[in-house]
């Protein structure tokens, strides 16, 4: 398949191959935060697919976004899967959160070829329902479409953990979702930089107490 046709194809929600399903309604995991929700096109966290997440510094919040997400697939006895994290989740956090730890499973690796290894393995695996991965701005763009197809295939959740660069990546990028996430006093201000079927970018300010 040509690269920049399989791009357009991911890209565009009005476009679908030939031996796929037409018509068939996407669906998506609730991010738990409803004005999150009205703004990502089905609604929450779209199946199969990859949101990226750029994040000017760890320890912002960014766990907490996905918490309600964790909780929702953790509670309904699939897994959810944490790759390469920066730092230690704390346990009696994501337990106050209600996510079901038995559930949960955290894999930390030595170099990021391994994680992006187990990543691939996982998101392809029917029992991962969710996969929270953490890359670092070199990941070379092919094996990030690598992911995102693993993603579709496994019809899995892919939140994509990258820094943010000054220049940006660019928009060929093979993420359905683009988030830009800050700090704020209030939880996260959030800039959705990407999205099927977007024009503009849009803003909003995540109260955590909403989540």
Known sequence: MNEALDYLITATPRLWRGNSTVGSVSQALPTGFYTLDQILPDGGWP???????????????????????????????????LIAPPYLPFAPALEHARIDLQYLLLIKTKHSQQALWAADKALRNPACGLLLLWVDAT??????RRLQMA??????????????????????????????????????ALDLLKAPGQLQPQSLTLNFQDG
């Not at 993603?151 to 000054?166: C, K």
Request: glycine content about 12%; hydrophobic content about 40%.
């Open 139 to 144: 990941t070379p763009g092919h094996v990030l």
């Open 151 to 188: 993603a579709r295939e496994g019809n899995t959740v892919l939140l994509l953990y990258r820094p943010e660069m000054p220049g940006g990546y660019g928009k060929s990028h093979w993420a359905n979702i683009r988030l830009r996430l800050q700090s704020h006093s209030q939880g996260l």
């Open 47 to 81: 199946l199969g697919a990859m949101v990226e997440l750029l994040v000017p510094a760890t320890g912002i919040g960014e766990l907490r976004l996905a918490a309600p997400a964790l909780r929702a697939v953790t509670c309904t006895g699939r897994y959810a899967v």
